[in-house]
């Protein structure tokens, strides 16, 4: 099997651990162990004197009945049968494409979007055809969508809201895609990590308004929690029964400790929401205040979500430029290209403060330099 690079994975594999200010991932700042245990009063001494006479055997393989019962309470719809614990959100993006594209098959992609969703495919053999979002507001253009979808039109993948662009749609959009797919019975694969943390719109998940809908999602953007590697999948019960069998194939369990921790995740994720919130709302209206004094930068702004795509006023090819602006200044961006988009850099604001202020601040800098 042949499969592209993946570029922003390989790009961050190389660089992200060479960079001082890190502006460049599209996380919510990382929860540390201990803050987690105070949402619910505790400490992490408490965490694991409770863990310590576990025994670290393989736990639950589909995840634990209390995280699926927590997953399930995301959705209108969903109860905990419809759940599988995946690895991050990537393990469930995987296990839909492996479980049901076959060479031969057509799927439709938006583009940008996280590699995975049309990569994958092409290398299972499908043919892939791309409708490409407006640059003006990378919003999806409906008819455009229509016209590739052909009547054996397999899946169409999407991610919403949009990993690099940060842009969304509302329920009424979903809605036309879904009728869309119903005309050809089609899936549809959506990766919603990055739902967006407003009150503003209406945002509906997939398998909220659509039988053959499709949805992934992880603890590691909206929830702050990369570094455990739990996410999910969601689907109709049929479509959860045939990836339970894919699923043995890819990932046995989570994990005893993760399976835990993610558990005290999702009893608080009222309070981490509300500080997430905060976080989103604060970055974003610094990035505004640069972007608006940078000559050099536009921006569409992102539907308070944790992921921005800038749109860089330069010369130079973007990947070298984010090289050479990390290596000068220490400042990590990852570039276009690198989401088969050139001249723009994914922005990830959602970092420390001051790590966001002294990254633009020097981006600012280095960017009169070189113009």
């Given at each position: ?67 699926k019962e927590l997953v399930a309470t995301l959705y209108q719809q ?147 929690v990369p570094g455990i590697r739990i996410g999910w999948i969601v ?137």
């Open positions: 099997m042949d499969i592209a690079n993946f570029g922003v994975e390989e790009w961050l594999n190389n660089w992200e651990k060479k960079a001082t200010y890190d502006i460049a991932q599209s996380s919510i700042e990382a929860l540390t162990l201990e803050e987690i245990m105070a949402f619910s009063g505790q400490t992490s001494t408490d965490f694991f004197e409770g863990m310590s006479q576990q025994p670290l055997d393989y736990g639950w393989i589909e995840g634990s009945q209390r995280f969903m109860t905990a049968a419809n759940i599988l614990q995946t690895n991050g959100a990537t393990g469930a993006n995987f296990l839909a494409l492996f479980a049901l594209i076959e060479s031969g098959d057509h799927v439709v992609s938006m583009h940008p979007t996280y590699q995975q969703l049309y990569d994958l495919p092409k290398a299972f053999g499908a043919e892939v055809d791309f409708v490409e979002l407006n640059p003006t507001d990378w919003q999806l253009d409906l008819a455009a969508l229509k016209a590739k979808v052909r009547p054996e039109t397999k899946m169409i993948c999407l991610n919403n809201a949009n990993n690099p662009t940060g842009t969304l749609f509302d329920q009424e959009q979903l809605q036309q895609i879904v009728a869309i797919a119903k005309a050809v019975d089609a899936y549809v694969l959506v990766d919603e990590v990055y739902a967006p943390l407003t009150e503003e719109g209406t945002f509906c998940s997939i398998v909220d308004c659509y039988e053959k809908g499709i949805a992934t999602n992880s603890l590691s953007k909206t929830y702050s689907a109709n019960e049929e479509l959860t029964e045939h990836f339970r069998k894919y699923r043995d194939y890819t990932m046995i369990c989570g994990g005893v400790i993760a399976d835990e921790l993610a558990i005290q995740v999702l009893e608080n994720r009222e309070q981490i929401i509300a500080r997430n919130k905060k976080i989103v709302a604060e970055n974003l209206a610094i990035v505004k205040q640069w972007v608006d004094q940078e000559p050099n930068v536009e921006l569409v702004i992102p539907q308070s979500v944790s992921t921005s795509f800038i749109q860089l006023k330069i010369q130079q090819e973007d990947d070298q430029f984010c090289i050479d602006l990390l290596k000068e200044t220490g400042v990590l961006l990852v570039p276009g290209s690198a989401f088969g988009v050139a001249g723009h850099a994914r922005l990830g604001y959602c970092c420390k403060k001051e790590t966001l202020e002294t990254g633009l601040r020097l981006l600012s800098d280095y960017l009169k330099k070189v113009s």
